[in-house]
């Protein structure tokens, strides 16, 4: 079932649900369809439909085109006039002898006798589309940020890539045609899977170990790097490129071909938690440089926040040669 067929399913059983109010709560409920006769139960499913039709009209209408654009006079309006139809239309519309012993609505009893009714649905419907464009804004915000970070990690990698692949042409290195496999594969990934909201945990470690092998082939002998990897349940789903940065990171500030520059990174299951833990000497120092702060780093802080709230624990530790990252996910 798709997202949108729950949502419609959704709002068709509450507006469903919501109609029979009236008709759970008639006196005249379990005398065959009599009640469906009595003016007063008509008034009532009357005020019930109104107050439907409301709910959907400020949801799609009022809220975005009137409060949303802050004309809050012209949306003051419309709930009063919107009120009084709620209010009166039924009144006048379905005239009712009151049964004995209860006294006729005057104009002022019913003016507020739904009144609560109709403050919970406007309240409601305008709650929800507030809550609904802020999930929006944050989901534009996280496409802007995977956007961006695509931008921003990979042409310089890409560039040097394509560099160490044409020096192996030139030696004619049987390496060549695997690191081309491999770099295609790295920007088909790039380009086509980390589109999508998640994607295979496979995936992504696969990735990870592409660029590696990549690194291996630019770097040559002088890369030593210790890579660990123990994924025990199967079927995991995880944000794309959440971790790369951390890895482009650590080859960032941590390899240096004139001095012992090791690179340890474990990526690990227990059921649904995920373990990535990640060390390297700070080799490669520039002024004012702080690798916790640097943009690749805040970049995936924010995205770590807003995908898995609640659902992670990113320890990064810094000192005067070392560099480490220990980040737990619950996928």
Partial sequence: ????????????????????????????????????????????????????????????????????????????????????GVAYLPVILIPATPPPGHFPHH????????????????????????????????????????????????????????????????????????????LSGMMRYVIVDAAMDHVSLDKEIQYIEDYVEMQRVRLGETMSMSYRVDISTPGLQIAPLILIPFVENAFKYGVNPEEDSPIRLEISTSGRNLIMILENRKVVRSLGENLRGG?????????????????????????TDKFSVYLSITL
């Fill in 107 to 182: 104009h002022g009893m019913a003016f507020l006798h739904h009144f609560s009714q109709f403050l919970v649905v406007l309240l409601f419907s305008t709650m929800l589309k507030i809550n609904n464009r802020w999930k929006e804004t944050e989901r534009q915000k996280l496409t802007a940020d995977l956007s961006f970070l695509k931008a921003q990690v990979n042409p310089h990698f890409f560039f040097n890539s394509l560099n160490s692949i044409y020096s192996l042409a030139l030696q004619r290195s049987d390496r060549t045609a695997q690191a081309v496999v491999k």
């Fill in 295 to 319: 943009v690749g780093i805040v970049n995936v802080r924010s995205r770590l926040k807003l995908l898995y709230t609640g659902k992670h624990d990113l320890l990064i530790k810094e000192d």
């Fill in 1 to 84: 079932m798709t997202v949108r067929y729950r949502s419609v399913l959704t709002q068709v059983l509450g507006g469903v649900a919501f109609l029979a109010i009236p008709i759970f709560f008639s006196p005249e409920l379990g005398r065959s369809f009599h009640f469906l006769t009595v003016p007063y139960f008509q008034r009532d499913f009357m005020t019930y439909a109104l107050l439907l039709v409301f709910f959907y009209i400020n949801y799609y209408v009022l809220v975005p085109t009137l409060y949303f654009e802050k004309k809050y006079i012209q949306f003051t309006g419309v709930l009063i006039l919107w009120y009084l």
